[in-house]
């Protein structure tokens, strides 16, 4: 068994980018059998690669990426720009492409300046709070942790800020997107020293990730 200071621990999402991140690793020609079908369990190994994957809370990546319990992570870029970690940016991965956007109940579509110093409910303050500063407004951001289209229904917020793929929710909750905040897709991220340190590790399999992805052949991967 190769020590655990040698091995290479990559950080994956759970949730909606696993697959395609699996599939990524896959094709990048790294053993992904151990994380096909992982169970309940949240470190893995391909002893063979000499790398250890662990399963995370996808908003916990960049902290993880961090501190250096992981020397690389896969993260949507919503969750990296909302945190502020210092973490280094190695890649686009395009895919689990969405957008966040504003959006108010139907009927209610006035102008965006309009609703200054309202309520907003969202699931990313940060995001949120640059957003309207950036247009001069003042509002109050409220933090929820989900299903954050309920808020406006029920008269906890006058609009929220929130995560748009293929807008079913926001139409099965008669809310309406009046402005676009940020587009995201997933990203590699790397600690800062292990970049350094582990780059003969760390190197070629960005390259390989970035030939995958010229390439398109995660293509159709949301
Ligand atoms: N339709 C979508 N719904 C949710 N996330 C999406 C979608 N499309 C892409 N994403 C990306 O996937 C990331 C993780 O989303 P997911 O719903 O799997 O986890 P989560 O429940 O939001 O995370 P956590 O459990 O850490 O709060 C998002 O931050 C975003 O970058
Ligand atoms: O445009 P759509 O394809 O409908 O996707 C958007 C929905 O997906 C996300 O929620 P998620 O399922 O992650 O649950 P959450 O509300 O608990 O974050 C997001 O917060 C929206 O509610």
Redesign the pocket.
Known sequence: MVAAREMLTIAL??????QPSVKLLGLAGLQIEAIQNPGRQLLLYSEQDAVRFII??????PTYVEYGAADLGL?????IVEQHKDVYELLDLK????RFMVAVPEGKEQALQQWNQTRVAT?FPHIAEEFFRRQGMQMEIIKL??NIELAPIVGLAEMIVD????GR?LKENKLVPIADVLS???RLIANRVSHRLKSERINPLVEKMRQIVEEGILDGC?
């Open positions: 999402p759970k949730g909606t980018l696993y995370c809370r996808p908003t916990d990546i993260a949507g870029k919503d969750t895919y689990g492409g969405c699931k942790h989900g995560l748009v793929s293929t929710t995201s897709t997933t949301h």
